[in-house]
């Protein structure tokens, strides 16, 4: 139970990686990357080509943090592979959202609903951008077609405000989980209320 939201759902890391023990929520825990006292202070990160970033431990890892509640760190994983993407390549578009939503994530943890709306819809407008080949190879990647993870990705920020949880604790918020099932299908999470079931 996580303060008033059960996730009961917690897919399995693919990544190989194990998740930290702390999540962090700007200033209000030591930077993870440039503080010493930071849980990846010193960590390198693994260069990547755009042509492989889709099927990338980077990318991987990003999701498995991001699915965990650890909105911070899944922007820093994905951030790398936004650099790397060529300017005007729909796979820059489509890594930005995904960092977008990922900050959405910790505004909404930090209780900032302004910045929480505007980064969830700069986040929806770049999905949508999204077509043709690249709306599948969004669908594939993530489970969702890229105008569903759009209309989620707003809805989050209608849901009801969340109880605090402790301090480096992780706490999902979103009501979706990114990558696909066996199936090939995206899992939603039904188990934290979206604002559509309220």
Excluded at 69 to 75: I, L, P, T
Excluded at 76 to 97: H, I
Excluded at 151 to 178: C, K
Aim: hydrophobic share 40%; aromatic share 10%.
């Amino acid at each position: 139970m996580l303060h008033g939201h059960c996730f009961e759902f917690a897919p399995p890391a693919r990544a190989g990686k194990e998740l930290s023990s702390l999540c962090v929520l700007p200033g209000r825990q030591p930077h993870p990357v440039r503080d010493p006292a930071g849980h990846s202070y010193l960590a390198e990160p693994m260069p990547i080509t755009t042509d492989a970033a889709l099927g990338s431990d980077p990318f991987f890892w990003g999701l498995d943090l991001f699915n965990h509640g650890y909105y911070w760190e899944a922007h820093e994983a994905w951030e790398g592979l936004w650099q790397v993407a060529d300017r005007g390549n729909p796979s820059r578009m489509f890594f930005k959202a995904l960092i977008l939503l990922s900050a959405a994530g910790v505004k909404i943890r930090e209780g900032k609903t302004a910045a929480a709306v505007r980064h969830s819809r700069h986040a929806a407008l770049l999905f949508r951008r999204l077509r043709g080949p690249s709306e599948h190879i969004v669908e594939n990647a993530l489970g969702l077609p890229p105008a569903i993870l759009a209309d989620y990705t707003e809805a989050a920020t209608e849901a009801p405000a969340l109880q605090d949880a402790p301090l480096g604790q992780p706490q999902p918020v979103f009501d979706f989980v990114l990558g696909s099932d066996q199936r090939g299908k995206a899992t939603r999470n039904n188990s934290i209320p979206s604002a559509a079931s309220t």
